[in-house]
């Protein structure tokens, strides 16, 4: 049985992510979204928000759990019984910060490997930030989100504009 973590904020889940949610799903027999609950950050979307944006758009993926945790990914790895950690690499700009995260969970947690799989050429420029800062404005965001959560992403600046 070999069960994957997908940790991030999705803050909130875009095309890029499900696309890596879909290809790492396929790999392993179980693969757990595991959605950041960072006190450091201030995210747009609730934790709640985020794991329930996630169920609705990974619903037809049959072995995809949406899970939150706090505190470090190794113990939530040790916790789950994970054994592998998949990030997504858009850039070179990715790359060091990823790569000094993943040297750091395997001394923290040595059962731990991560695996980095690459965006697809269609999302590679594909950020939560990107979204966010074109909600803000108004802009069209159905190339980059998953359809089903526009109306939700819009609704946070509705009231803001
Ligand atoms: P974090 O705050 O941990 O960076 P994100 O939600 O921004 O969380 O991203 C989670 C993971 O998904 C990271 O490994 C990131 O590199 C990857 N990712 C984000 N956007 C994309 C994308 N468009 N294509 C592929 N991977 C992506």
């Given at each position: 049985?070999?069960?994957?973590?997908?940790?991030?904020?999705?803050?909130?889940?875009?095309?890029?992510?499900?696309?890596?949610?879909?290809?790492?799903?396929?790999?392993?027999?179980?693969?757990?979204?595991?959605?950041?609950?960072?006190?450091?950050?201030?995210?747009?979307?609730?934790?709640?928000?985020?794991v329930s944006?996630?169920?609705?758009?990974?619903?037809?993926?049959?072995?995809?759990k949406i899970?939150?945790?706090?505190?470090?990914?190794?113990?939530?790895?040790?916790?789950?019984?994970?054994?592998?950690?998949?990030?997504?690499?858009?850039?070179?700009?990715?790359?060091?910060?990823?790569?000094?995260?993943?040297?750091?969970?395997?001394?923290?947690?040595?059962?731990?490997?991560?695996?980095?799989?690459?965006?697809?050429?269609?999302?590679?420029?594909?950020?939560?930030?990107?979204?966010?800062?074109?909600?803000?404005?108004?802009?069209?965001?159905?190339?980059?989100?998953?359809?089903?959560?526009?109306?939700?992403?819009?609704?946070?600046?509705?009231?803001?504009?």
């Amino acid at each position: 049985m070999i069960r994957a973590i997908y940790p991030g904020s999705f803050d909130p889940v875009t095309l890029g992510h499900l696309d890596i949610i879909r290809r790492a799903s396929q790999k392993v027999d179980e693969l757990i979204v595991g959605v950041l609950n960072n006190g450091g950050k201030t995210p747009l979307f609730s934790i709640d928000e985020r794991v329930s944006m996630l169920k609705e758009v990974t619903g037809g993926l049959s072995n995809v759990k949406i899970l939150s945790f706090s505190g470090l990914l190794v113990d939530f790895a040790r916790q789950t019984e994970a054994t592998i950690v998949v990030r997504g690499l858009r850039a070179i700009s990715d790359f060091e910060y990823e790569l000094q995260m993943a040297q750091t969970n395997s001394i923290l947690n040595s059962e731990v490997d991560t695996m980095f799989l690459t965006a697809s050429n269609d999302y590679s420029y594909l950020s939560s930030t990107t979204v966010k800062e074109i909600a803000s404005f108004g802009g069209n965001i159905e190339k980059f989100v998953p359809k089903e959560i526009c109306s939700r992403i819009y609704e946070k600046y509705s009231g803001k504009r």
